[in-house]
Nanobody
Framework: VQLQASGGGLVQSGGSLRLSCAAS????????IAWFRQAPGKEREGVAR????????YYADSVKGRFTTSLDNGKNTVYLQMNSLKPEDTAVYYC???????????????????????WGQGTLVTVSS
């Protein structure tokens, strides 16, 4: 099982980036994928989650209305489209796979890192002011 995150880079405030998370060794149709980020000196925080079917998505309040996650089963890849980026979005972004198949989540429980057991290597997003 591997997750390969890519697409990070340097962008000006108000700009956009699209991150990709390419999965191998398993089929996305069975597992939810989440995006986390970690800024220097801060704890890892959940950014978004997409269900195995792609029908349900969840977002942190800080990114609602600006970020959108989606999946392409044909390419076994999950995306995180980030618009209206702010300097406070600067962080290393990770994608992670749920431990369980077809897990249902409630409230903000989806953002608990312990729910995920496979993590990508991270991609750095830097937003300049």
């Amino acid at each position: 099982v591997q997750l390969q995150a890519s697409g990070g880079g340097l962008v000006q405030s108000g700009g956009s980036l699209r991150l990709s998370c390419a999965a191998s060794g398993f089929a996305l149709g069975y597992y939810a994928i989440a995006w986390f980020r970690q800024a220097p000196g801060k704890e890892r925080e959940g950014v978004a989650r997409i269900s195995s079917s792609g029908d349900s998505t969840y977002y942190a309040d800080s990114v609602k209305g600006r970020f959108t996650t989606s999946l392409d089963n044909g390419k076994n890849t999950v995306y995180l489209q980030m618009n209206s980026l702010k300097p406070e979005d600067t962080a290393v972004y990770y994608c992670a796979r749920d431990r369980l198949t077809f897990r249902r989540v409630y409230g903000s429980s989806w953002s608990t890192p312990e729910l995920y057991n496979y993590w990508g290597q991270g991609t750095l997003v830097t937003v300049s002011s």
